[in-house]
């Protein structure tokens, strides 16, 4: 009997193991970090079994899909805003833990020079400049953040090009739709992106730091509780964190 028992423990311990590798898990996925996600799901999976699965838009965006009850289970924000309010609205469990830093960057497929720093924006060499909708995605917060610190609103705005997201931001970039943009850095830094036009930073001191916030979201508390945990588990781990600074976040 003792030893049916311990076999009937491990039978049961096995098939516990299995039901969570098998699951797969739905994460909302804020636009700049969508190249960072493909290494992320990859490094999670070789570690938990699981598939990430990845929906993305902009932080504005997937909060207002939350609302309307989008079956997402974790959410990775480009801010801290968007999740707090999702926390405090009930839509999430537990309050958000910032993840990672995120840095602004302004890119360019055309011969500009960029030397200028920002100022760059108001010369006739630029006709459109690509920003993401600054009422939906923190970054395009941020970059109008930048230009108000450099008193150049006024010169820039009526050359600006509104992007749903940073995603829709790195196409007009891309296709040369717009001579400029602001996009993260975790962006050009990506794999996809090497050799790619050039790029700066925008300096730090012209916005306020992009804290990146990761919550645990009701529907995931609820349906997949297990799955939804071991990635936020995960995402405090040495290989994420890695993955992370090697996109140039700046680690929390």
């Known amino acids: 009997m003792k030893l049916f028992a311990r076999l009937l423990g491990i039978v049961t311990l096995s098939v516990g193991f299995n039901a969570v590798a098998a699951e797969s898990l739905t994460v909302a996925v ?10 992320l799901k990859t490094e999670f999976r070789k570690s938990s079994g699981i598939d990430a699965k990845g929906v993305f838009a902009s932080s504005g965006k997937i909060t207002a899909q939350i609302k309307s009850g989008a079956p997402y289970d974790v959410f990775l924000s480009a801010d801290m805003e968007f999740p707090q309010a999702l ?40 006709k459109k400049v690509a920003m993401a909708n600054p009422k939906l995605a923190p970054y395009g917060r941020e970059a109008m953040h930048a230009l108000d610190y450099f008193k150049l609103r006024s010169a820039v705005e009526p050359r600006l090009i509104y992007g749903e997201s940073i995603a829709q931001v790195n196409q007009y970039i891309d296709t040369r739709s717009v001579e400029i943009g602001f996009t993260a850095k975790s962006v050009v830094l ?23 916030g990761l919550v ?37």
Do not use: C
């Open 216 to 252: 645990l979201l009701k529907h995931g508390a609820q349906s997949n509780a297990a799955a939804a945990k071991l990635f936020i588990e995960f995402m405090a781990s040495a290989k994420a964190r890695a993955i992370l600074d090697k996109f140039g976040y700046i680690l929390p």
């Open 87 to 126: 926390y405090q609205d009930g839509f999430a469990v537990a309050a958000p833990k910032v993840y990672a830093r995120g840095v602004l960057v302004l890119w360019t497929l055309q011969p500009l020079d960029l030397s200028q720093g920002l100022v760059v924006l108001a010369t006739p060499a630029v």
């Open 30 to 39: 804020a636009a700049n970090v969508k190249f960072v996600f493909d290494e």
């Open 190 to 212: 990506a794999p996809q992106m090497q050799g790619r036009g050039k790029w700066i930073e925008v300096p730090r001191e012209s916005y306020q730091p992009i804290e990146q």
